[in-house]
C-alpha cells in the first residue's frame, strides 16, 4: 500500500508501508484520497478496509478501487464456457450467493480469491458512513475494440467493478 | 402508479393515475417516497425516471424499487444453461453492456423489456442527485428454502435487484 501523507508547504513527501490491507492504522482525517487497483478481492474482510479507509480520510475525500467483478470472481473457474468445438457460448454464472474463499489460478496454482456479491461491497461502504458516488462496469472502448479485435469477448460480460466513494 | 399526496390533517387522499411512468408529472419536493416494484425494467428511459421522481420527491425523500437483475435481462431467453439430461448447469450471462430491448417471454409472448447494466441504474441515480443507501441482490432466506427446496437455484445467481436511493 503506498501512503500519501496529506502535503503541506513544510511536509511533502511519500512513505511506503508494507502491510495487509486490514491492517492499516492511520491517524483520523490524514487523506484525501485512497486508491486501491485490483487488490481488494484477495482480502477477506471488505467491511475491515471500509472501516480503516473511512477513518483515515478527511471528510468529503473519496474511496476509489477496482475489484474483478462479482460476475467473474462467483465461479473459481473463471472462464467461458465452451462449445464442443472450442468456441465461447457465454459466461457462466453459478454460487454467486456463497461469498468467501475460491482458489483459483492467477500467473500460479492456488491463488485465493474472495468472492462478494455487488450488494455486500455497495453496502459494506454505504455502512461504513461512505457515499457512492460512481460504478463503473468497464468495456472495451470502439477504438479499443478498432486496435484489438481478440478484446471483443470483454464487452459480452463485465471483468472489472469500480467504485468511487466519498466520506459522509 | 399510485400517488400519495403528501398527508395533512386536511388533506389525506389517494389519487390513482393511469399515466407511462416515464410522463409523470407532479409538483416539486411532492412526495415523501416513491416505489415501484419489478415496473422499471420495462421502461426505456431511466435517465427520465429518475430526473421525474427525484423532482417530485422531498429533500431526504426515498425512492426504492425493485428491477430484474441485469444478469438475469441481458439474454433475452432468460434461461438456464442445461447438460444434455436437463440439469440446470449454471446462469449463462452474455450480451451484458449491449443496453436496450429485449423481445422476451413473460405470461405471453413479445414482451419487451429493457437490459441496463447495474452501473446504468447506480450512476442515473447519483446522476440525478440520488445518494444510494441500499442496494439488494435478495437470495431465498434459508427458512425458505427449508419450505420450498424447489428454490433452491434462486440461490445461485441474482435474479432482482433493489436500490434504495435517498434525494440529495
Redesign the interface.
Known amino acids: 500500500m503506498l501512503a500519501r501523507a496529506r502535503a503541506t508547504t513544510d511536509d511533502a513527501r511519500i512513505t511506503y508501508v508494507q502491510s495487509a490491507i486490514e491492517d492499516i492504522s492511520f491517524a483520523a482525517g490524514q487523506f484525501d484520497v485512497v486508491i486501491r487497483s485490483l487488490a481488494l478481492h484477495y482480502v477477506g474482510c471488505f467491511e475491515t478496509v471500509c472501516q480503516r479507509v473511512h477513518h483515515c480520510l478527511a471528510a468529503g475525500a473519496v474511496f476509489v478501487f477496482s475489484v474483478e467483478h462479482p460476475?467473474f470472481t462467483?465461479?473459481a473457474a473463471q472462464q467461458w464456457?465452451l462449445s464442443p468445438d472450442g468456441q465461447r457460448?457465454?459466461?457462466?454464472?453459478?454460487?454467486?450467493?456463497q461469498e468467501g474463499a475460491r482458489n483459483t489460478q492467477w500467473l500460479t496454482d492456488n491463488v485465493i480469491k474472495y468472492h462478494r456479491?455487488?450488494?455486500t461491497y455497495?453496502?459494506a461502504l454505504?455502512g461504513a458512513g461512505f457515499?457512492?458516488?460512481?460504478?463503473?462496469?468497464p468495456?472495451p472502448l470502439p477504438e479499443q475494440l478498432a486496435s484489438h479485435p481478440d478484446w471483443k469477448d470483454e464487452?459480452?460480460?463485465?471483468m472489472f467493478l469500480l467504485i468511487l466513494a466519498a466520506k459522509r
Open positions: 460476475i462467483a465461479l464456457c457460448q457465454h459466461w457462466p454464472v453459478d454460487n454467486y450467493f456479491t455487488t450488494a455497495v453496502n454505504t457515499s457512492i458516488r460512481r460504478l463503473l462496469e468495456e464487452a459480452r460480460r463485465p
